[in-house]
């Protein structure tokens, strides 16, 4: 089984509609974060959270927010969907620590299409 | 602020070729640079991972060499083969995070 998993794998929505994203991971790290990639631009962070009573805003959390339910998941929510919001989204996790060193373990992505 | 800079964005050569990939970042106050591999419909794979403190790291066919100085990394591989082909994202580690470049997508022609 996969360490990190994410649900939906693929999700196409209309303008205005919540939708939320989850992930899911067994690594049994502290760190989770959740990025999205544009076509020809890298990985973007959205929002991360270093345990579960810590959430971070990243580069571009306008229009999201992110539940940490548990060690173990970490749900991205889109309260009212739009189309420029249609990406392929990340999940990933890390160890805790000093944070130098720490490899990001993604999980298989999400592709949302806001129509 | 951190930019990362991946030049070229495509690339194809045949197949056996040695090839070398690149990347630049903008503020050399790193504490490490990644090379992550992505295919479709995958997530990413981390590849190398190069210390602050290290010049170079080797896997396989694969060496990353760090010139912080300079502010650039190489991704060299070694006989190159059509299982190569993906697409190859470099990320330099600051504070508390990653910051991505845009990839090179890399086709290997059999």
């Known amino acids: 089984d996969a360490d990190v998993t994410q649900t939906p794998r693929n999700r196409i929505t209309k303008t205005g509609k919540r939708i939320m994203l989850e992930c899911s991971q067994t690594?049994?790290?502290?760190?989770m974060y959740w990025y999205r990639q544009d076509p020809g631009l890298g990985l973007r962070l959205i929002y991360y959270?270093?345990?579960?009573?810590?959430?971070n805003k990243g580069e571009i959390s306008d229009g999201y927010s992110v539940s940490r339910q548990a060690q173990a998941k970490f749900s991205l929510s889109l309260e009212s969907a739009i189309p420029n919001q249609t990406a392929l989204y990340f999940c990933?996790?890390?160890?805790?620590?000093?944070?130098?060193?720490?490899?990001?373990?993604f999980g298989p992505g999400t592709r949302l299409t806001v129509l | 602020k951190q930019e990362v800079t991946q030049i070229p964005a495509a690339l194809s050569v045949p197949e056996g070729e040695n090839l070398v990939l690149n990347c630049s970042f903008t503020?050399?106050?790193?504490?490490?640079l990644q090379w992550f591999r992505q295919d479709p419909g995958k997530g990413l794979t981390s590849l190398l991972l190069?210390?602050?403190?290290?010049r170079e790291q080797t896997s396989g066919r694969l060496n990353a060499s760090l010139d912080k100085s300079s502010g650039r990394s190489t991704l060299y591989i070694a006989a190159s083969q059509p299982g190569d082909s993906a697409t190859y994202l470099c990320?330099?580690?600051?504070?508390?995070?990653?910051?991505f470049g845009q990839g090179t997508r890399l086709t290997i022609n059999p």
């Open positions: 990933a996790t890390s160890e805790s620590g000093t944070g130098k060193d720490n490899v990001q373990f």
């Open positions: 690594k049994g790290h502290d760190r």
């Open positions: 959270s270093f345990d579960v009573k810590d959430i």
């Open positions: 503020d050399s106050a790193i504490y490490n």
């Open positions: 190069i210390q602050s403190s290290q």
């Open positions: 990320a330099v580690k600051g504070a508390q995070k990653l910051v």
